[in-house]
């Protein structure tokens, strides 16, 4: 936590960039030998929000994305029930706005693993 904060208080810092450091340490360059992964944050951006909106999984779009506002805090909670060993697993969303959502190509919607559960309102 301590890492985080000290991130987020940068200029161009935020929760976004602290959080991904710390998903990148760990995940990725596994700079820490122990077990921290239930304490990982997943970072939260518009492409992750418009898919967790799309989804269900929020009432309204996700938009104050500061480490301290409350729109951060649903987002967190939501990463905790659903993925309660590693919340950052909520961070595949990124990779799902990336692939399927952002084109704006149908076909490709049908190819989602989320196809089924998705009204396709972006």
């Known amino acids: 936590e301590a890492i985080r904060l000290?991130?987020?208080c940068l200029p161009k810092g935020g929760q976004y960039v602290a959080n991904l450091f710390l998903y990148l340490a760990t995940k990725v360059?596994?700079?820490w030998r122990v077990d921290v992964k239930s304490l990982l944050h997943s970072p939260?951006?518009?492409g992750i929000?418009?898919?967790c909106l799309s989804l269900g999984l929020t009432d309204k779009r996700l938009?104050?994305?500061n480490y301290l506002s409350l729109h951060y805090e649903v987002f967190q909670r939501i990463s905790e029930i659903l993925f309660p060993s590693d919340p950052s697993k909520m961070f595949t969303l990124r990779a799902i706005a990336e692939r399927w959502c952002y084109n704006k190509d149908w076909k490709l919607c049908?190819?989602?693993w989320l196809t089924?559960?998705?009204p396709r309102e972006y």
């Open 6 to 8: 000290s991130i987020s």
């Open 29 to 31: 360059l596994k700079l």
């Open 44 to 46: 939260l951006d518009n």
């Open 49 to 51: 929000s418009e898919v």
């Open 63 to 65: 938009e104050n994305f």
């Open 110 to 112: 049908e190819q989602c």
């Open 116 to 118: 089924k559960i998705c």
